[in-house]
């Protein structure tokens, strides 16, 4: 009987062991993951338009399912290493989509502003042109009634 009791003794503590050095889920780097894409799709970037926006949805949604892998395994062979890569991949690409889309903005509205600019040039040299033109009009208006006083 005492032989039966130091097992489940033995049982008991390894099993407690056990649950105090399992490892646990990278909450921290799902959490800095999902904060940069909730960053990115609050700046509207388009995953169709930024191929990192799609690869950052990728990698976290491939995080989160190797978390839920994980959780279903015994605590001791728990491995999380491959969901905090894809976090980590997960956090860098929303990260670049959003620097990237940001770099696109400020390129538009540059352009705007340059076409904005010289279409503004344009309509003032159309109209200088037009001011030109009607000029000489006056001028040849003013001509032939000077000649026949001077005759």
Do not use: I
């Not at 490892?23 to 999902?34: L, N, R, S, V």
């Not at 976290?60 to 290493?81: C, H, I, M, P, W």
């Amino acid at each position: 009987m005492s032989r039966w009791l130091w097992v489940v003794v033995a049982v008991a503590a390894l099993t407690w062991f056990a649950g105090c050095q399992a490892e646990k889920p990278p909450q921290q780097e799902m959490d800095a993951a999902k904060a940069s894409l909730d960053a990115a799709k609050q700046a509207n970037v388009d995953p169709n338009a930024f191929p990192d926006m799609k690869k950052a949805e990728d990698a976290f949604n491939k995080g989160k399912a190797e978390v839920d892998t994980q959780n279903k395994k015994f605590s001791l062979s728990r491995d999380y290493k491959n969901a905090k890569a894809s976090f980590a991949e997960a956090k860098m690409s929303a990260d670049k989509a959003m620097a990237d889309n940001k770099a696109a903005m400020e390129k538009a509205a540059a352009e705007k502003a340059a076409a904005e600019a010289a279409a503004k040039k344009a309509a003032e040299e159309r109209a200088k042109a037009a001011a030109m033109k009607k000029k000489p009009a006056a001028k040849k208006a003013a001509k032939p009634a000077a000649k026949p006083a001077a005759k």
